[in-house]
């Protein structure tokens, strides 16, 4: 197998979902990433209105607050979680505001891939990005054989 090095535009092209009720922070993520080069970011701030984005968008990363009203985070993953296939990997990183241990351990345990607290390092939160969808195109590669 010859080795293909992943170029910027392999993570900059790929398509990002980021779900919080909280308008002033999804507009800071979606200004954040397009000043990245990110050219395909959807943000939504009705958590009500997710598993149905989440199915028809087929997004390549989700970025989703816990604490939202109506349906939480928590429940999100499990929602995305029984929509997924078993040989895909769709990383979710969680962006919140909820510092609890119990928090952290329940997200990863239910399918994030990630955690970061609010507020958060804008240096950060973008690699932390581009770390998981590089990990997303390898393993699409890998699977294409």
Known sequence: MTYRPI???DILS???LAIDDEEANVLLLASLLEREGYSDVHCL???AAALETYISLSPDIVLLDLMMPTVD???LLEA???HARPDEFRPILVLTADTTLQARRRALSLGARDFVIKPFDVVEV???IANL???RVLYERLKAG
């Open 7 to 9: 170029e910027p535009k």
């Open 14 to 16: 790929r398509r990002i």
């Open 45 to 47: 701030t009705d958590p």
């Open 126 to 128: 973008t690699l932390r």
């Open 73 to 75: 985070g928590f429940q």
């Open 133 to 135: 969808l590089e990990t």
């Open 80 to 82: 995305f979680a029984r």
